[in-house]
């Protein structure tokens, strides 16, 4: 039997940069040696590719792991961070973790209802969550919609933006989270260099936000995470040469997105419109069999049961082979 493909981690179809992949394989012989704990390398690499203070600049065990540590570090004396649902499904784990209550805000149609949030703000609020682009849903919040929003917010209260996706974005009315940090001390921004760098397994996420949110998120976070390897490899992926070659990966995986998008509408399937490495497929109560299914014909795609149905946008083969499992099965689209 051939080996499945796999559409439901989000992760990149394409292999490591040749210049990440050489320091890794050259790092292996190092193994025994125990990280920077400070990351200073890296943090200095951050900084100066986004023109940020380092202090402004903490990295730890990919995004997830960070946004966990920063919500640890705000104000414990608050008890509750609002998120989107649906949206990230490890925020509720990662809130609690970090020692808060999550409390979901219900979307508006594929998106963040960003006035439902900002009226569910209470004294007992600790930090809102925003997905941009949103996972699963590949939606977008515009630039004037987030900038109101972040001024109807209690400057007490801490947004933290999860730009995951960030690099995939096309649409030039998205705002650069870092933009919106800048001269607003309650915006962290969350990223990663999990997904369009395609280092998923070296956990490497770094977020941006400024002395307030930073300085306690820092005794709330793991000693020496990253790994050495993953600060390298992060390191290698910011310079000139990798951030040439990641933007022609990046408007290939844009293209490719555009084409897999039209293919599956062509098969009279709902698909809303992404942002995103992923699709949003919205078949309602369809969700469960429709990914069953497809896994069945060797797809594996990820079922929101009762919501829709995510699927990575891989390369062409791998998705040549979701369309030829798409045409083994049906769907009952919701009306
Ligand atoms: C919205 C979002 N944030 C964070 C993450 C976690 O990424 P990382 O690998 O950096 O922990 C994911 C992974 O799927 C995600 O979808």
Not at 27 to 53: C, E, W
Not at 125 to 143: E, F, Q
Not at 150 to 173: G, H, M, N, S
Request: charged residues 20%.
């Amino acid at each position: 039997m051939t080996t499945p493909v796999d559409l439901s981690m989000n992760e990149t179809p394409y292999p490591p940069l040749p210049s990440v992949r050489r320091l890794v394989e050259q790092g292996a012989g190092q193994l025994n040696r125990y990280p920077d704990h400070a990351s200073k390398a890296l943090v200095g690499a951050i900084a100066g590719h986004l023109d940020v203070p380092p202090e402004h600049v903490l990295v730890g065990p990919g995004s997830a792991g960070l946004c966990q540590h920063v919500i640890a570090g705000l104000d414990r004396t608050r008890g509750e961070v609002l998120h989107a649902a649906l949206s990230f499904e490890a925020y509720p784990l990662l809130i609690a973790n970090g020692g808060a209550r999550p409390v979901p805000v219900p979307m508006d149609g594929f998106r963040h209802d960003l006035a439902a949030i900002a009226d569910a703000v209470t004294a007992d609020t600790r930090a809102v969550l925003l997905c941009n682009p949103n996972n699963p849903t590949g939606a977008v919040l515009h630039r004037a919609e987030v900038e109101a929003f972040l001024d109807r917010i209690p400057p007490e209260v801490v947004v933290i933006i999860d730009e995951a996706y960030r690099e995939f974005v096309t649409d030039p009315d998205v705002p650069d989270g870092i933009d919106l940090y800048r001269g607003r001390d309650n915006v962290c921004v969350l990223r990663t260099f999990s997904k369009a760098y395609g280092l998923a397994t070296l956990r490497v996420g770094y977020a941006v936000a400024g002395a307030r949110v930073g300085a306690a998120s820092r005794m709330a976070g793991m000693v020496f995470f990253p790994g050495g390897l993953g600060q390298a490899a992060a390191v290698a992926s910011l310079a000139a040469d990798a951030t040439a070659e990641l933007a022609t990966r990046l408007a290939d995986l844009a293209a490719e997105r555009r084409w897999l998008a039209q293919a599956l509408t062509g098969y009279g399937l709902p698909v809303a419109p992404s942002e995103a490495n992923f699709l949003w497929l919205p078949v309602g109560d369809g969700s469960a069999g429709f990914a069953q299914r497809l896994g069945e014909a060797g797809v594996l795609v990820r079922p929101y049961p009762g919501h829709g149905v995510r699927i990575t946008v891989g390369d062409r083969p791998a998705n040549e082979r979701l369309l030829a499992a798409v045409r083994e099965t049906t769907v009952s689209p919701v009306p």
